[in-house]
Antibody, heavy 121, light 106 residues
């Protein structure tokens, strides 16, 4: 089955850290550019970070630059998001996403179910 | 950063009606624009990519048009399952950005 499965979310205090994972199955992960998108409670979609298969990037939203790090382990078919210095406005469902079939690079037709990150004292 | 402005914020419609949603970008994105649908409790679903190409499995009642800074998503005849929030997104340059969304409600 083609799918993305996120994990690692939870409750963390302001200033704390979390590491999210996204495990891929059913497609060629090593040949796929990957992206994290988040959605705050009752809010819209916000692009967070993307990593390509080659040497360009990675890329970050200004709101997370210097605090978040995206990485990948192709041998484990897993995407990561290391989140440091977390703030209340980082509270969101974090989705990993990719182009799987009909699409163009950096449009996303395969999404995980998301993992909830809550930053609160 | 390219800002995407969607209008209106909310649309109240009935099944069978024709819907036109707008997405305007703060600078040209050529045709590098996509539309997504998101229903409550569900993940976003890609509808249209590169302005006018339907994604796999998307019904023909969904169509996209536009280029440059002005884009439109049209639903020719609303089905009950189409009531949702719709987002546009560009891939013209970094950072990628999404519009704020248009809610289509009954």
């Amino acid at each position: 089955e083609v799918q993305l499965l996120e994990s690692g979310g939870g409750l963390v205090q302001p200033g704390g850290s979390l590491r999210l994972s996204c495990t891929a199955s059913g497609f060629s992960f090593s040949n796929s550019a990957m992206t994290w998108v988040r959605q705050g409670p009752g809010k819209g979609l916000e692009w967070v970070s993307s990593i390509n298969v080659g040497d360009d990037g990675p890329y970050y939203a200004d709101s997370v630059k210097g605090r978040f790090t995206i990485s990948r382990d192709n041998s484990k078919k897993t995407l990561f998001l290391q989140m440091n210095s977390l703030r209340a406005d980082d509270t969101a469902v974090y989705y990993c996403a990719t182009k799987y079939s009909s699409s163009s690079p950096w449009f996303f037709d395969l999404w995980g179910r998301g993992t909830l990150v809550t930053v609160s004292p | 950063e390219i800002v995407l402005t969607q209008s209106p914020a909310t649309l109240s419609l009935s099944p069978g009606e024709r819907v036109t949603l707008s997405c305007r970008t703060s600078q040209s994105v050529s045709s590098f624009l996509a539309w997504y649908q998101q229903k409550p409790g569900q993940v976003p679903r890609l509808l249209i990519y590169d302005a006018s190409n339907r994604a796999t499995g998307i019904p023909a009642r969904f169509s996209g048009s536009g280029s440059g800074t002005d884009f439109t998503l049209t639903i020719s005849s609303l089905e009950p399952e189409d009531f949702a929030v719709y987002y546009c997104q560009h891939r013209s340059k970094w950072p990628l950005t999404f519009g704020g969304g248009t809610k289509v409600q009954i």
